[in-house]
């Protein structure tokens, strides 16, 4: 046990500054014991308290015509779907675990789904993001193919389809992988449960499988840079188990049908203290715990770590006491392990207890964000970086534009990922209506009604890594864009907010930047922020350096489409019907997948964005689609408009034949990634109404050229045929991770 008192020391004076410790007796009015501070140390972390983050994320837009819970309110937040149905959105990182334990990635999923749950949802899809390193790498191959197959295992045993996701690779994530994931469930709205205790004297449950002490001070690890400092305080690893938590997903279910759960949450980071203490701070009500009562795995376990434990495949949940035996009965049922751990009271203290011996006795506001938790506003300043816009005639001409279009279509963030997603069910549930579709956004079916969901997640860390605040607009205009494409109309989006060391005055500026950025075009385009999750200290120590990754904001987005009839794909349907840019092109490289593997330039400014106009152009197509004007539609996005054409053809084996405009050089042209550009095919019959309509709307357009059997021209010249790059497209990825 000595090792232990003197681990527990450790983990204070590593997660507590001295300064915190200072406050913590001041607000306490005298010195805290080891186990009071080791509840704080958790509680004060920073990736639960937020406590460098929260002033800028309460900054965010969070009101909104279907918000119906708001970010902040709930575990997670809620939109109004109409019809007395509502979708609970929920984004999470799972970095530092995923790091060290790359099968630790599942634990990630069985996390964001859990937080759907608490609130009486189901789970109905899944997406998930990933920056990884050079794939060159044997090390980064393996550990990417262990996340990818953690992903899909979790996922598909526990019936949830994964609908899309996003997976880029870059050198500066080769220390620092980075797993985030967005998972959406659907919940009638009066079976909507809330986190906060209600009543005194309500019997708190802790549901599950049984404690196992791993991940304690878990939260405190993952508000650290990885260092050999810390080697001794890296928290065991996390065990997920879907099976599990599908059966206490069930039973859960069958609880709150019957109406016996009064409040819940998921046990994350922190453990039992975590979720009870925000529950009774959110109640405004105290607690007390019974730590003996929790059932363990292991005799060995102290006080400290089983309250601090952050066992998967748990839930807390207050029973009024008369429905206990019902409780009882379904809990033996499902066979599903479960206890009473503690008591509703309304004194607003936490008190913790060990065979009747109180361990620790403190106001429950002392312990959380919103309460007596620090809250940080860092100092900050900008890099002195060079910011350089990238023209075509900045750089060489290259000699062959077909050999650049066939290496292009084989580059590891642009190749098909048709490896990564043959290792998901995407079909769990029967929800996801994607594969059918091959739209811009994953389509999700909402069974028994007509509308059906749209998700899409997007960033790209090399429009931010020069400008934070324009790379994160461009993440956030993106995703919109895909879900435009695919005949939805966005209503609200989550962010994964990933950075270095808060501490690092250059990280800190590059965070708010990236909020700001965030704010100012969800405020135009009246977008809520739903969700979201700050992940911070994603950096190692090499030696002297500490190494970070870039800023890497990423966006999910949620949108409705009316019905599966307005449902649009980017494929191209028939021969002969003309392809249109909606958008303009122009000389910009910037940012440019083309500009950084080909000229070996990544250190630009991102791509031109301008806001006024993007909405314009948003709007006008969303018109055209729900006017049927177009066949289909695409975003243009990373490889520029070539790709994108490829990947329009890619499904029917189509070809198209374009020709570029004098005006702009020819590779800027195919590669470029102009912003604010869609791809549509309009059909004979339909031309003349686009052509009418579009000449009204004041933004510029032009005719590309039109759809051909199977032969890829550019300005005359043969780049091609479909079945050529397709074959490149779809197995080069795969090949290089199993090479």
């Not at 002033?55 to 109409?82: Q, Y």
């Not at 797993?179 to 009638?188: E, F, R, S, W, Y």
């Not at 019902?326 to 033996?332: D, G, K, N, R, T």
């Not at 059918?436 to 994953?442: L, P, Q, R, T």
Request: one cysteine or more; proline letters at 4%.
């Amino acid at each position: 046990m000595k090792n232990k008192d003197h681990q527990h020391k450790d983990s204070i004076q590593a997660f507590l500054t001295p300064d915190e410790l200072h406050s913590i007796e001041k607000l306490l009015g005298r010195i805290a014991n080891s186990f009071e501070l080791n509840m704080f140390a958790a509680m004060w972390s920073e990736h639960i308290s937020y406590k460098s983050s929260i002033k800028w994320i309460e900054e965010m837009p969070v009101s909104g015509a279907h918000v119906h819970i708001a970010a902040r309110e709930e575990n997670a937040g809620v939109i109004d779907l109409g019809d007395g149905l509502a979708c609970v959105i929920k984004m999470e990182s799972h970095n530092h675990p995923t790091a060290l334990n790359p099968a630790e990635a599942a634990v990630g999923v069985g996390n964001v789904f859990r937080d759907l749950i608490a609130m009486g949802a189901r789970p109905v899809a899944h997406m998930n993001v990933l920056r990884y390193g050079c794939l060159k790498e044997e090390k980064i191959r393996s550990s990417f193919t262990q996340v990818i197959r953690a992903l899909g295992s979790y996922s598909n045993n526990f019936g949830v389809p994964v609908v899309g996701g996003e997976v880029l690779f870059d050198d500066c994530y080769k220390h620092n992988p980075l797993l985030n994931l967005m998972a959406v469930g659907l919940v009638a709205k009066d079976k909507i449960v809330k986190s906060s205790f209600q009543e005194k004297g309500n019997s708190l449950f802790l549901i599950g499988r049984l404690t196992s002490g791993s991940g304690v001070h878990g939260a405190g690890f993952a508000s650290s840079a990885f260092s050999n400092k810390l080697e001794h305080l890296i928290p065991e690893s996390q065990l997920a188990d879907p099976c599990a938590g599908k059966i206490l997903f069930d039973s859960i279910m069958e609880m709150n049908e019957l109406g016996l759960i009064r409040s819940m949450q998921d046990i994350g980071a922190g453990g039992v203290l975590c979720a009870a203490s925000e529950m009774a701070h959110r109640g405004e009500m105290g607690v007390e715990l019974y730590v003996e009562d929790i059932p363990v795995s292991r005799d060995d376990l102290d006080p400290t770590e089983i309250i601090l434990s952050q066992s998967q495949e748990q839930m807390l949940i207050t029973i009024r006491p008369d429905d206990v035996k019902h409780l009882h009965s379904i809990a033996e049922k499902w066979d599903i392990t479960y206890a009473k751990v503690g008591e509703v009271k309304d004194d607003r203290r936490i008190k913790v207890f060990f065979n009747q011996e109180i361990l620790g006795d403190l106001p429950v506001s002392t312990l959380v964000r919103g309460g007596g938790a620090p809250v940080y506003i860092r100092n900050m300043q900008t890099a002195d970086r060079k910011i350089v816009k990238i023209v075509a005639e900045d750089v060489p001409f290259p000699g062959s534009l077909k050999e650049i279009a066939r290496t292009m279509i084989k580059l590891p963030n642009i190749a098909s990922r048709k490896w990564i997603y043959e290792q998901f069910d995407t079909m769990s549930g029967l929800s996801n209506i994607s594969s059918e579709y091959s739209s811009d956004a994953g389509i999700v079916h909402i069974p028994g009604h007509e509308k059906l969901l749209a998700l899409s997640v997007d960033g790209n860390a090399r429009y931010v890594k020069k400008e934070p605040r324009k790379g994160a607009m461009i993440a956030v205009a993106e995703a919109s864009r895909n879900i435009i494409c695919s005949g939805g109309k966005p209503v609200a989006l989550a962010n994964g907010l990933n950075f270095g060391d808060p501490a690092d005055l250059h990280v800190y500026f590059d965070f708010t930047e990236s909020i700001k950025g965030i704010r100012q075009i969800c405020e135009r385009m009246n977008l809520p922020v739903i969700a979201g999750n700050v992940s911070f200290n994603n950096s190692t120590q090499i030696e002297e350096e500490a190494v970070s990754v870039p800023p890497t904001p990423v966006i999910g987005m949620v949108g409705l489409i009316d019905s599966q009839e307005d449902v649009i794909t980017v494929s191209f349907q028939t021969k002969g019907d003309m392809i249109y840019l909606i958008g303009k092109s122009d000389n910009d490289l910037s940012g440019s997948e083309y500009l950084a593997t080909m000229h070996l330039i990544e250190e630009t400014a991102a791509p031109e964005l301008d806001l006024d106009y993007e909405l314009k152009i948003q709007n006008v197509v969303r018109e055209i689609i729900q006017r049927s004007f177009v066949s289909s539609a695409h975003d243009i996005s990373l490889g520029g408009l070539f790709i994108a054409l490829v990947e329009c053809c890619l499904a029917n084996s189509l070809g198209f034949d374009v020709t570029s405009p004098a005006e702009v050089r020819a590779d800027a042209f195919l590669y470029g990634e102009s912003q604010s550009r869609i791809v549509v095919s309009v059909s004979p019959e339909k031309e003349t109404d686009f052509l009418d309509f579009m000449m009204e709307q004041g933004v510029p357009f032009s005719a590309l050229g039109h759809i051909t059997k199977e032969e890829l021209r550019v300005d005359d010249a043969s780049f091609g045929f479909i079945a050529d790059y397709a074959r490149d497209f779809e197995e080069s990825l795969g090949n290089l991770i199993e090479s």
